[in-house]
């Protein structure tokens, strides 16, 4: 008897990739117009925010300047807690507008500090923007000036969103259940 293929661990699509590219238009143009006339640094957590920042770059001001900050705290689909990466994480923010931007908000650890160290650098202002906001229970407090998308309690996978570092690339965000899931885990 041949074995039965696993079932896949892709769930049903939440937000279509239509979605997702008007949604980013509509926060590109309410970012330009908070910043205009202030000179803005974007500061992009790598790699889930990867599409998102590149998608909403590309309908700003030429001018504005990026940063790329490679943090993690997330093992499978739970946060491990501890944030691994920012002590490499360096520049001059010394008066400077940032907005600091991720894929999403979860227990709110990597976005509280992530803008504590930018603060820490000297920026002046630090606002956040992400494309999703999960509703649950934050471990910190995170007040995201800017929120794509509000979404359920549950794993999510596409548009630079991952499972172990799989799934980034799907155009769409889609539901994942990890007990289905054949991708290996990478470090
Ligand atoms: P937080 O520090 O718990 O707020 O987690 C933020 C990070 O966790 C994000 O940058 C993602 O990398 C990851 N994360 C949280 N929820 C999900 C999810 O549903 N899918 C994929 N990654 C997630
Ligand atoms: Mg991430």
Known sequence: MKPKPSPSPLGKTLLPAAAIQKRVGEL???????????????????????????????????????????????EGTASQGILRGLDQCRGDFKGRHVLLLDDILDTGLTLH?????????????????????????????????????????????????DYNGHYRGLKSIRLFKASGASAPATA
């Open 113 to 161: 500090a992530v803008a504590a160290h930018l603060r820490k650098l000297g920026a002046e202002k630090v606002e956040i923007c992400v494309l999703l906001n999960k509703r649950r229970k934050r471990t910190v407090n995170v007040k995201p000036k800017w929120t794509g998308f509000g979404i359920g309690d549950e794993f999510v996978v596409g548009y630079g969103l």
């Open 28 to 74: 590109a143009r309410a970012i330009t117009a908070h910043y205009r006339g202030k000179p803005l640094v974007v500061v992009a957590l790598l790699n889930g925010s990867l599409f998102f920042l590149v998608d909403l770059l590309r309908r700003m001001p030429p001018e504005t300047g990026v940063e790329c900050w490679r943090v993690s705290s997330y």
